[in-house]
């Protein structure tokens, strides 16, 4: 049985770093396309970036191009997410996604 467990979050100030991390065990971790998603309180789940299985592709959503960096450690099988820039609309629970869904970590942006 595959398993992702996503840390990392936490409360930090705008303008501030974080870095989410995701372990993965039970499949195939560097076959496997990979993601990140985010809920909002009160609203519904949004992409926020993804990579291929060899991390050679990232893409991400407009609202963290430029901030948000997607990358991944096959030899580890871990993905992250480097957080910078971040902003108050950034708050929200982050899940790393892929065949199965991590169980998300808190990222509270506020002064």
């Known amino acids: 049985q595959g398993q992702l467990v996503d840390s990392g979050g936490g409360l930090v100030q705008p303008g501030g770093s974080l870095r989410l991390s995701c372990a993965a065990s039970?499949?195939?971790?560097?076959?496997?396309?990979m993601n990140w998603v985010r809920q909002a309180p009160g609203k519904g789940l949004e992409w926020v970036s993804s990579i291929y299985s060899d991390g050679m592709s990232t893409s991400y959503a407009d609202s963290v191009k430029g901030r948000f960096t997607i990358s991944r450690d096959n030899a580890k099988n871990m993905l992250y997410l480097q957080m910078n820039s971040l902003k108050s609309e950034d708050t929200a629970v982050y899940y790393c996604a892929g065949i199965y869904w991590g169980q998300g970590t808190q990222v509270t942006v506020s002064s």
């Open positions: 039970g499949f195939t971790f560097s076959s496997t396309y």
